[in-house]
C-alpha cells in the first residue's frame, strides 16, 4: 500500500537559513510527487510537483527513487515561508495520499 | 473569486444527527474529492467523484456518502455522527493535466458533534 511519511512535526529555522522538509515514500509502482502548503487562515494549496521540476518561490524538491524520497528545499528561509506543509503521493488513479505535515516556523 | 466553495465554514450536529456539507465549484473539474482531516493528522481520502462515477476508498465507514448532482456540487451526508467524526472536511477538485491530477482545496468545514 501506498504511504507517506513526514518526520518532522514541527521544524524551526532562522531568516536566512537553509531548511529541508523531509518526506519519504512508498509505492511499488512509478509515483506522482507533490508538496501543498497551507499558510495561516488559508487554504490548502499545490505548492510544486515533482513531474514539473520546477522552482516555486525558492523551493525545490528532487525525486530520489534510489531513497524513496522527495524532500523539499529551500537555501534562505524567509519569514513568510512559515506554514503548514504536506507531502503528498498520486498512483495517478485519482487519488491522493497525504503525509501528516510539517509546521515550518521561520524565524526573525 | 473562489473556485472551491465549502459551506457552512462551522457546523455544529448532534450525536447520531443527520448532517449534510455542500462544496461548490467554478473551475468545471471533472473530478470531485472528500477528505477527512482529523487534528495534527494528514488528510484522510473518503471518496471521490470522476464526472457521475462515485468511487469509494475501502475504509470509509457507511456512514458517510456522497452525491454529486451535477458538474459544479458535491454533497457530504453523515448519516449518524459519532463524536469521532468530529473533523475538518475538506473538498477538492482536479482536472487533468500532464496526466497528474493536480488538486485545488476549498477551506474546510469544521464539522463539531455535541
Known amino acids: 500500500a501506498q504511504r507517506v511519511t513526514q518526520p518532522e512535526k514541527l521544524l524551526s529555522v532562522f531568516k536566512g537559513a537553509p531548511v529541508e522538509l523531509k518526506c519519504n515514500y512508498s509505492?511499488?509502482?512509478?509515483?506522482?510527487l507533490f508538496w501543498y502548503v497551507q499558510y495561516s487562515r488559508q487554504r490548502l494549496q499545490l505548492l510544486l510537483r515533482h513531474i514539473s521540476r520546477e522552482s516555486i518561490k525558492g523551493f525545490t524538491a528532487d525525486l530520489n527513487k534510489g531513497e524513496t524520497s522527495f524532500h523539499l528545499k529551500k537555501p534562505f528561509a524567509q519569514e513568510e515561508d512559515s506554514a503548514m506543509y504536506y507531502c503528498a503521493l498520486s498512483t495517478g488513479d485519482n487519488d491522493m495520499r497525504f503525509g501528516a505535515g510539517t509546521r515550518l516556523t521561520v524565524k526573525p | 473569486d473562489a473556485m472551491v466553495i465549502q459551506n457552512p465554514r462551522y457546523q455544529v450536529t448532534q450525536f447520531g444527527k443527520p448532517v449534510t456539507l455542500s462544496c461548490s465549484q467554478t473551475?468545471?473539474?471533472?473530478?470531485m474529492y472528500w477528505y477527512q482531516q482529523k487534528s495534527s493528522q494528514a488528510p484522510k481520502l473518503l471518496f471521490h467523484y470522476y464526472d457521475k462515477d462515485f468511487n469509494n476508498e475501502a475504509d470509509t465507514p457507511d456512514n458517510f456518502q456522497s452525491r454529486r448532482p451535477n458538474t459544479s456540487f458535491c454533497f457530504l451526508d453523515i448519516r449518524s455522527p459519532g463524536l469521532g467524526d468530529a473533523a475538518m472536511y475538506l473538498c477538492?477538485?482536479?482536472?487533468?493535466?500532464?496526466?497528474?491530477?493536480?488538486?485545488?482545496f476549498g477551506p474546510g468545514t469544521r464539522l463539531t458533534v455535541t
Open positions: 477538492a477538485t482536479s482536472a487533468r493535466r500532464d496526466r497528474i491530477y493536480e488538486q485545488y
Open positions: 509505492y511499488s509502482g512509478s509515483p506522482e
Open positions: 473551475l468545471n473539474h471533472n473530478v
